[in-house]
């Protein structure tokens, strides 16, 4: 956004430039692959605990769903943070302060929820409990 640059072939070696956006960034996809101790694993393993309750073959599918996303991930990743500095890169600045402010506070809360996610869930169980009920 800050380039107005789109393709992934703008960039390369960021890693070197701006760590901290890196390491966020990783720490996004690594969740929202599910990776234990985020907050993406507890969605992910309920997910599958209740498609393969259903029957297998959805779960199957899940699961190449998630190789595919996670092969497409690593490769974004190598492309993006790897390499040599791309020269539309060269004066990119990392997390700005206000930035700082947002991805910090949201980082603990993915760590947090992934740790204790029945925090979460204690809060929206009456919830859940009573629209299950409206539904039959």
């Known amino acids: 956004q800050r380039r107005g640059l789109r393709g992934i072939d ?15 960034m990783s720490v996004t996809m690594f969740s929202s692959l599910g990776l ?5 694993f507890i969605g992910e393993f309920l997910i599958f605990k209740g498609s393969f309750a259903l029957t297998g073959a959805f779960t199957a599918i899940a699961v190449i769903g998630l190789l595919v996303t996670a092969i497409v991930f690593a490769r974004a990743m190598q492309s993006l943070f ?16 206000g930035e700082k402010l947002v991805v910090v506070p949201v980082a603990l809360l993915m760590f947090a929820i992934g740790i204790a996610p029945q925090f979460v869930f204690n809060i929206f169980n009456a919830t ?9």
């Open 10 to 24: 703008d960039f390369g070696g960021l890693m070197q430039r701006i760590p901290l956006l890196c390491g966020w």
């Open 36 to 40: 234990p101790g985020l907050n993406g």
């Open 82 to 97: 790897s390499g040599p500095l791309a020269d539309s890169c060269s004066a990119f600045p990392d997390l700005l302060p």
């Open 128 to 136: 859940v409990a009573q629209m299950a009920q409206l539904i039959g």
